[in-house]
């Protein structure tokens, strides 16, 4: 809901959502530490404001169509 209100916000548009039945296999709940990152590969994020995150990403997706490049996931990189 914090991301779904905060894109109303950035856009100032109301977001249509509904609530569904979860997937199989999905988690019931997700969450974020920074820790692991940091212990492993000396990582630390420099914001945490989820405002600024989406605001971040809608200029680097720009940026991406501007340039033409095309975004690949982990997923699909090997």
């Given at each position: 809901m914090e991301i779904i209100k905060s894109l109303e916000k950035i856009?100032?548009?109301?977001?249509?959502?509904?609530?569904?039945?979860?997937?199989?296999?999905?988690?019931?709940?997700?969450?974020?530490d920074t820790k692991k990152a940091k212990k492993r590969i000396n990582w630390n994020s420099k914001n945490s404001e989820i405002t600024k995150i989406i605001k971040d990403e809608i200029y680097w997706y720009k940026f991406l169509i501007k340039n033409k490049i095309k975004r690949k996931l982990l997923s699909e990189q090997k």
């Open positions: 856009f100032k548009k109301k977001i249509k959502f509904k609530f569904s039945h979860k997937r199989s296999g999905d988690n019931p709940r997700l969450f974020c």
